[in-house]
């Protein structure tokens, strides 16, 4: 590739980011500022930042990829996605914000602020830093790859620069940094969204004659369910929306509102935002299907192909450049959100459930957010081949573990920390168990059961976590009834301003 | 789906003793029928020229993007940023 253009956008999209991020450092001075951003965050940064960190950069090159191989199934991920974001601004906003206050920044203080129990925070705060490496992992894995087909320095030192920059500028500013450079980011990603649909109609001659030349080849694909049983198009639909309450990096934002009035434009911005960004996904693998269904194109050897296959075809170079930034930015800006969640575990959430708060936690707090780089990088150099399916691991980790606990947990009185805790074990050992049966080929093997039909597993581990949270409080309801403080828990649940 | 969605559309739409906000949800409703019906309906319609396509899509596809995922990326994200409004309002009265 190494076209002069795209190179050096590449590299002044990683400047502007890294010079936001490090400039960020003089707000980031304490574990408030780091892992927070004060308390004080808006409307617009919300919006933006929620559909940057939303879009990584499977959005941009796995999406089309799966837009290729499997059609309009693809899409109910996507399309899920975007209804999955107001979803999540419904049942989880107001009530985080409610818990927040200047002790309570992270996702685990708010479970232990509402159920009064240190061993449900370190159950909430396992789940989310088992998902952060596998899910970051995947990240730094994508950004080698994406610096290496742009810079052609060789793997090695395109890894060496992803980890690089992927962990700078979240070490130094933290979540400031973060939130900042996701505006930047966001910026990016819809504008090069908006062209590159543009081109990927016109590539086609139209939506109906993309269509049409789908069909000539292979009818399923441009159908309701594309080219898979529609059992699992509608699990992906109930693990993409409702599973998206589940993700750490986008509803841990509600707890750095500076009020709960921000909401209201929040939800606007970051839907209509990821539902532009869903256009590439949706018309970039549409139009390349259709290119080699006409005989235009040969076979992709690999799905992951579309996006590049048809920038390099069917784009100019600067447009090219703009969308490689927009690909690098999209992974920038996950894995830095992740990063900063992952370092606010480690720092502050299990030592305090441990009983041994950190002191200098400045220190740990950059010393851990280095740590968790350098061991997702060694993850994502060891698994290697196994790094894409990581990442869905990390995803159904976040889903099944955190979706009860905040959409049940957070609205119904009786809900009890044994309740967080059970659903949470279900939650890591049903993930893990699908990964060996399923990703590494267990099933296949040894025999073990797998569900039939398509139903994805991660919907079925949901599922069970979301029943053994119900069956779990009802069993443990008496006990915590009695034990828990009245009016302690109205507190918790009202849903209404700060405390 | 129809009841899930419809339901949370409502939940942002619906303002008490104002009949307006209850047809708005009805309407609502009432698209997600029409574009879940129209999705099963047309699932299997083969298209072999433009001219079979609806809105660009297949037909059955056309009525999943347009009667169910636009509509409810329109009323969810407006109906919740409305409902947000309300409840704001709530808070400044209550303090």
């Given at each position: 590739?190494?076209?002069?253009?795209?190179?050096?956008?590449?590299?002044?999209?990683?400047?502007?980011?890294?010079?936001?991020?490090?400039?960020?450092?003089?707000?980031?001075?304490?574990?408030?500022?780091?892992?927070?951003?004060?308390?004080?965050?808006?409307?617009?940064?919300?919006?933006?930042?929620?559909?940057?960190?939303?879009?990584?950069?499977?959005?941009?090159?796995?999406?089309?990829?799966?837009?290729?191989?499997?059609?309009?199934?693809?899409?109910?991920?996507?399309?899920?996605?975007?209804?999955?974001?107001?979803?999540?601004?419904?049942?989880?906003?107001?009530?985080?914000?409610?818990?927040?206050?200047?002790?309570?920044?992270?996702?685990?203080?708010?479970?232990?602020?509402?159920?009064?129990?240190?061993?449900?925070?370190?159950?909430?705060?396992?789940?989310?830093?088992?998902?952060?490496?596998?899910?970051?992992?995947?990240?730094?894995?994508?950004?080698?790859?994406?610096?290496?087909?742009?810079?052609?320095?060789?793997?090695?030192?395109?890894?060496?620069?992803?980890?690089?920059?992927?962990?700078?500028?979240?070490?130094?500013?933290?979540?400031?940094?973060?939130?900042?450079?996701?505006?930047?980011?966001?910026?990016?990603?819809?504008?090069?969204?908006?062209?590159?649909?543009?081109?990927?109609?016109?590539?086609?001659?139209?939506?109906?004659?993309?269509t049409t030349a789908i069909a000539s080849d292979n009818p399923a694909l441009v159908s309701p369910w594309g080219s898979t049983p529609a059992l699992l198009a509608l699990s992906w639909f109930f693990v993409f929306s409702l599973g998206n309450v589940g993700m750490p990096h986008s509803t841990s934002r509600f707890l750095m509102l500076k009020d709960p009035g921000q909401l209201r434009y929040g939800v606007l911005l970051a839907t209509s935002a990821y539902m532009i960004g869903g256009l590439l996904w949706m018309a970039v693998g549409y139009a390349v299907r259709a290119q080699v269904a006409l005989g235009s194109l040969a076979p992709l050897a690999v799905p992951d192909e579309a996006t590049p296959t048809f920038l390099?075809?069917?784009?100019?170079?600067?447009?090219?450049?703009?969308?490689?930034?927009?690909?690098?930015?999209?992974?920038?800006?996950?894995?830095?959100?992740?990063?900063?969640?992952?370092?606010?575990?480690?720092?502050?959430?299990?030592?305090?459930?441990?009983?041994?708060?950190?002191?200098?936690?400045?220190?740990?707090?950059?010393?851990?957010?280095?740590?968790?780089?350098?061991?997702?990088?060694?993850?994502?150099?060891?698994s290697d081949e196994f790094i894409a399916l990581l990442g869905t691991i990390g995803f159904g980790l976040h889903a099944a573990g955190l979706v009860p606990t905040l959409v049940l947990g957070l609205h119904w009185p009786r809900a009890n920390a044994q309740a967080v805790i059970a659903s949470t074990v279900v939650a890591i050992g049903g993930s893990l168990y699908f990964f060996f049966a399923q990703q590494l080929g267990f099933a296949a093997r040894y025999g073990w059961w797998v569900p039939g039909r398509g139903f994805a597993s991660v919907a079925l581990v949901m599922l069970l976590s979301l029943m053994t949270f119900v069956v779990a409080t009802l069993v443990f309801r008496r006990a915590s009834v009695e034990a828990e403080e009245p009016a302690q828990r109205r507190v918790a649940l009202s849903g209404g301003t700060s405390s | 789906m129809v009841g899930g969605l419809g339901t949370l559309a409502g939940l942002g739409l619906v303002r008490r003793r104002q009949p307006l906000t209850w047809i708005a949800t009805g309407v609502v409703f009432a698209g997600f029928f029409i574009g879940m019906n129209g999705l099963l309906r047309n699932e299997s319609v083969v298209v072999r020229s433009p001219e079979d396509t609806l809105l660009g899509f297949q037909p059955g596809t056309a009525y999943l993007i347009y009667g169910i995922w636009v509509l409810a990326f329109f009323t969810l994200a407006g109906g919740f940023s409305l409902l947000f409004n309300r409840l704001g309002d709530g808070d400044r009265r209550s303090s």
């Open positions: 590739m190494r076209d002069p253009i795209i190179v050096w956008m590449m590299v002044l999209t990683l400047a502007i980011t890294m010079g936001i991020g490090l400039y960020s450092y003089l707000e980031a001075r304490t574990q408030r500022q780091y892992f927070a951003y004060d308390q004080k965050l808006r409307w617009f940064f919300l919006g933006i930042a929620t559909f940057a960190s939303m879009m990584s950069g499977f959005g941009f090159v796995g999406g089309p990829g799966l837009v290729y191989s499997t059609g309009t199934a693809s899409l109910w991920m996507t399309f899920a996605g975007g209804i999955g974001i107001p979803i999540t601004f419904m049942l989880v906003g107001r009530r985080l914000r409610a818990l927040a206050g200047p002790d309570i920044f992270t996702l685990p203080d708010a479970v232990h602020k509402r159920f009064g129990s240190q061993a449900a925070r370190f159950s909430v705060a396992l789940s989310i830093l088992l998902g952060i490496l596998a899910y970051l992992g995947a990240q730094i894995l994508a950004a080698a790859v994406v610096l290496d087909g742009v810079f052609q320095v060789g793997y090695g030192w395109a890894f060496a620069i992803a980890l690089i920059v992927t962990t700078l500028y979240p070490l130094v500013g933290g979540i400031v940094a973060g939130i900042r450079t996701e505006v930047f980011q966001g910026a990016i990603m819809l504008f090069s969204s908006v062209l590159i649909f543009w081109f990927a109609l016109a590539s086609g001659g139209g939506m109906a004659e993309i390099a075809t069917y784009t100019p170079p600067w447009l090219a450049g703009v969308v490689f930034a927009g690909v690098i930015c999209a992974i920038l800006s996950t894995a830095s959100i992740f990063l900063n969640v992952g370092s606010a575990t480690l720092t502050r959430d299990i030592p305090l459930a441990l009983g041994r708060p950190l002191s200098n936690s400045m220190f740990w707090a950059r010393t851990w957010t280095a740590v968790i780089a350098l061991a997702s990088g060694a993850v994502a150099i060891i | -």
